[in-house]
C-alpha cells in the first residue's frame, strides 16, 4: 500500500474512489474543479495505491487554514474509499498521513465533518483518535 500527494496530473486517478463521496461529478468534472477551482484555494489531494491493481482505491481532499477559533489546521474536504477496498486499512493510513503532514505544518489540529448518515465513517473516524467536538449547521440558499 502506498500513499503519495498528487499533482495536477494525477487528479483524475483519485475520480474512482472520490466519486463513491461526490457522484454528482463527472471525471472531467472532478479534474477540472479541483485543478481549477480547488487546487488555487489551496486544496491538495492524496492517494492510497492499490499494489495488485495499480490503482488509488481511496483518497483525500484536504487545505491548510488559520482560525480563528482553533488556530492553525488541516481540514479534511473528502476522504473517501471504492467499495471493494473499505476495510482494508486504506482510509486509516490515509488518515495517518494528513496527520504527519498536519504536525509538520504545524497545526495543532486535524478537521473534518462526515455527514450524519455516514455511521461507518463515524467508527472509523472514532478509532483513528478523531472525537466529535461540534455540529455544522447548514441553510441551503
Known amino acids: 500500500m502506498k500513499i503519495e ?3 495536477a496530473d494525477g487528479t483524475e486517478k483519485a475520480y474512482d474512489a472520490m466519486r463513491q463521496l461526490r457522484p454528482h461529478l463527472t471525471s ?3 479534474v477540472r474543479l479541483v485543478n481549477e477551482v480547488q487546487r488555487p484555494q489551496g486544496y ?3 492517494g492510497s495505491w492499490d499494489a495488485a491493481s495499480g490503482r488509488v482505491v481511496a483518497a483525500a481532499g484536504f487545505r ?3 482560525m ?3 488556530g492553525r489546521v ?3 474536504d473528502d476522504l473517501s474509499t471504492v467499495p471493494a477496498a473499505r476495510g482494508q486499512g486504506h482510509a486509516s493510513r490515509l488518515l495517518a498521513w494528513l496527520e504527519r503532514e498536519a504536525r509538520f505544518h504545524h ?3 486535524v478537521h473534518l465533518d462526515a455527514g450524519t448518515h455516514r455511521y461507518d465513517a463515524h467508527r472509523l473516524y ?3 483518535g478523531f472525537s466529535i467536538k461540534s455540529f455544522r449547521l447548514t441553510r441551503r440558499l
Open 107 to 109: 497545526c495543532v489540529q
Open 5 to 7: 500527494e498528487l499533482g
Open 64 to 66: 491548510l487554514q488559520h
Open 28 to 30: 472531467a468534472g472532478f
Open 74 to 76: 488541516l481540514v479534511v
Open 68 to 70: 480563528l477559533a482553533h
Open 44 to 46: 491538495r489531494l492524496v
Open 126 to 128: 472514532v478509532r483513528n
